[in-house]
């Protein structure tokens, strides 16, 4: 009788095994999927390639990725490719070697990333780009906020306040970037059909800011009447406030010497110089959302998803750039001390607790 019984209840017992598949791998494969009866899946290994680490706004965007992964729970694979294409194209081969399912970079010479979103798409791993848009090439997605409108912002708001007129300074990045060019044209345009009474003086920097403090001293010296000065980028901030302040014209914005500024990321400093006067406006680069949607778009290439044009949950606009290149145009808003409207362009004010900057911890 208990030989019959222990028979009988091995049966039932390899009987429920085959049912609930014993773990192993019984769910089936698929990569990342269960590894155990009662275990998590696997974590979604995703290559980061941070573009520099020498500015403000791009060490922002770095604190920011970690916090997203985690949200989204997935392994990261870091890199830096320190502003050099080339160290870029080595870090994207290491995070290929590392087994990543997707890639998210920044280039930011968006001309020499063709071969290595090339290779990437060669070997079915998906690549988003965050803040730059490839001349060429394929990518899941592209994560950034529409670059013609920071020209046009700040274009308007020269315009408004040296009111149609007067000479500015366009602190201009790098025009073998889609960012430096998109922005310097657009500002370019703005100013020749709606203020054609203001000269531009164009000044090429290679989001170098010692290039661009070299280079506005030239033009000040040369034209002292100079009362605007556009930085493309806060790289030029601490530049450009210490020879403004060398030659006694960083004066609060009632003075008839002020010179209005604008800048272009949203870094907490721009927030404080506007505060202080110091500066006059910047638009707001999310760097908190590059993050986190650049994150979310590798995720999703990895989990299968896919996307289409038009509007987002995220309050921004899905555009197909062209075949096989969508871009996530982001928000970024023109900031301002007294957040009115200029030329048509609304502003939120720099103390605003929307802002990224002011809510960096």
Known sequence: MERRRFALVAALA??????AACGGNGGGGGGGGSTGAGSAPAKPVIGVDYPRSDTDFWNSYISYVPKSADELGAELKITNSQNDIAKLTA???TLIGQGVRSVVMAPQDTAAVAPTLQQLEGKKIPAVLVDTRPDTGNAFMVVRADNRAYGE????????????TGKVVMLQGDLASINGRDRTEA?????????????VFGEATKWDGAIAAQKLSTVLTANPDVKGVYMQSSFA???TLQL????????????PKHVFVVSNDGIPQELKEIAAGNIDATVSQPADLYAKYALMYAKAAVDGKTFQPGKTDHDSTIIQVRPGLLEDQLSAPLVTADGATYGGIPSVKNDDKSLWGNNLS
């Open 14 to 19: 390899i009987s429920g095994c085959l049912v």
């Open 244 to 255: 403004l302040k060398q030659r006694g014209l960083l004066v609060p914005p009632g003075d």
């Open 237 to 239: 901030l601490a530049g």
């Open 91 to 93: 870090n994207v081969q």
């Open 187 to 199: 500002f370019n345009e703005c100013m020749k059909q709606n203020y054609p009474g203001i000269k």
């Open 153 to 164: 912002k700040a274009c308007r708001f020269l315009g408004e306040k040296l009111q149609s």
